[in-house]
């Protein structure tokens, strides 16, 4: 287990700065392709169903304080770095979770950025509830009407959330390095909305017309500075 996740470890350091000329490259592609995207998929059905959902929770999230420092809300940025410890084979030794204190979360071995920048960009439970759907409607026969809301109120939840677990003094920033940090979170989270909008909305295919509009939105962005060379 120690050789294996040294071996993640070394991967990650030798793609962490390619990466985040990546994210930094596809910043203003992947915003233009969310604004693309939002305008194409938003209908009457998704702005009640997906977006006030999504506003409302993010509303209540950020008016009320206590809400965010939830010992819920606490649970799943440190059940998030710990998925993505697991996902590196770093074996995992502490959980602890105080509501409106914080929560920390330990393991063996040194870790990675992708460890500590996780919660950040990964919405794990959104994430959780769309595992989930495949059984409910293998037993109830299809999904639920709600469906759509679901994701909506756990997609603000943690849009707000991430937001407001963004200041200058986060410790996983440090970790990651806040260079680093600076590069790679705003692009990967533009790409994060957008896909799970997309998919949200559409499923696979939302998600694959996404990824092709980024693309033709990066040639784009790209084609002045390539005419250059």
Not at 38 to 45: A, G, H, P, S, W
Request: hydrophobic share 55%.
């Amino acid at each position: 287990m120690k050789s294996i996740n040294h071996l993640f470890n070394l991967f990650f350091n030798l793609i962490k700065w390619p990466i985040a000329v990546l994210m930094v490259i596809l910043l203003v592609p992947s915003f233009y392709a969310d604004l693309i995207a939002i305008q194409k998929l938003t209908n009457v059905d998704v702005l009640i169903e997906f977006f006030l959902p999504f506003g409302v929770t993010a509303v209540l999230f950020l008016f009320m304080p206590m809400l965010a420092g939830s010992f819920f809300a606490i649970m799943e940025h440190e059940l998030t770095h710990m998925l993505f410890a697991v996902l590196t084979f770093h074996k995992p030794k502490g959980l602890d979770v105080k509501q409106d204190v914080g929560g920390s979360f330990s393991f063996e071995g040194k870790g990675n950025w992708l460890i500590a920048l996780a919660p950040y960009f990964f919405p794990t439970f959104w994430f959780f509830i769309v595992l989930l759907m495949p059984i409910y409607k293998a037993v109830m026969g299809n999904l639920p009407e709600f469906y759509l809301s679901l994701l909506g109120v756990f997609l603000g939840y943690n849009f707000i959330v991430t937001c407001l677990s963004i200041h200058p003094k986060q410790t996983d920033f440090k970790v990651a390095g806040y260079p680093f940090t600076f590069c790679f979170l705003p692009g990967i989270s533009f790409l994060k909305y957008g896909l799970v909008f997309c998919y949200s909305v559409k499923g696979w295919s939302g998600v694959e017309a996404y990824l092709n509009l980024v693309w033709h939105r990066t040639e784009v962005f790209l084609q002045p500075i390539l005419s250059l060379i």
